[in-house]
């Protein structure tokens, strides 16, 4: 089985899409980044975590709604900004360390 390259999306990628609000995808997976470090930072850790665009999606749903996530929404509009779900988000000056995706440009 051959393995596939890893997608890496800059986070500045995920500005302008609207879920509900201007951005809001966008500053969910800001704050999840600067989160991420932060814990990393505490446990004196080097492996720092990153979300995929679907446990972005995913987390998104939730953080509104644990009880009842809308999924479906979440995931239509992602579809439609053509993000790839497997993509690892990541913040953009790490992304100039390594290649970076970018999203199709059908929006712009």
Known sequence: MKNKARQTLPLSALKGITIYQPHDLHDVANLKLQLNDAR?????????SRPT?????????????????????????IAENGLS???????DDRCQQRPCSVRAAARR
């Open 53 to 77: 665009v679907n446990g972005l999606a995913r987390l998104f749903a939730e953080f509104l709604d644990v009880c009842r996530p809308d999924y479906e929404h979440v995931f239509r509009v």
């Open 40 to 48: 990393a930072r505490h446990e004196g850790s080097t492996s720092i």
């Open 85 to 91: 779900l497997g993509a690892t988000i990541e913040f």
